[in-house]
Nanobody, 125 residues
Framework: QVQLVESGGGLVQAGGSLRLSCAAS????????MGWFRQAPGKEREFVAA????????YYPDSVKGRFTISRDNAKNTVYLQMNNLKPEDTAVYYC??????????????????WGQGTQVTVSS
């Protein structure tokens, strides 16, 4: 069983920055593919960023590319999401997710078998 706990959300003005953290339990965290998703009210959960285990390849949708950066610290069992130049449309609940198999795709929610409880990010204009 893997537990994920997000932190770092909050209220920020447009153009500001936040860093989200996700602390994971589990002895083999270094072999998990990790992802961040977000869900705004009335919308489906959408992919924000992912990082593979091993080489640490990263992936982003065009909507956040160049503004968001995902990283991981395997020694701390933690994955981060640095969010810069935030926009009001980034407002959502942000979820951390783990693919404990370390294989398969990384864009779909179906690829992840563990989820955190979410942290609210609100960007004011």
């Amino acid at each position: 069983q893997v537990q994920l706990v997000e932190s770092g959300g909050g209220l920020v003005q447009a153009g500001g920055s936040l860093r989200l953290s996700c602390a994971a339990s589990g002895r083999t965290f270094s072999r998990y593919n990790m992802g961040w998703f977000r869900q705004a009210p009335g919308k489906e959960r959408e992919f924000v960023a992912a990082i593979r285990w091993g080489a640490g390849s990263t992936y982003y949708p065009d909507s956040v590319k160049g503004r968001f950066t995902i990283s991981r610290d395997n020694a701390k069992n933690t994955v981060y999401l640095q969010m810069n130049n935030l926009k009001p449309e980034d407002t959502a609940v942000y979820y951390c997710a783990a693919n404990s198999r370390g294989s398969g795709g990384i864009y779909s929610t179906e690829e992840y078998d563990y989820w955190g409880q979410g942290t609210q990010v609100t960007v004011s204009s």
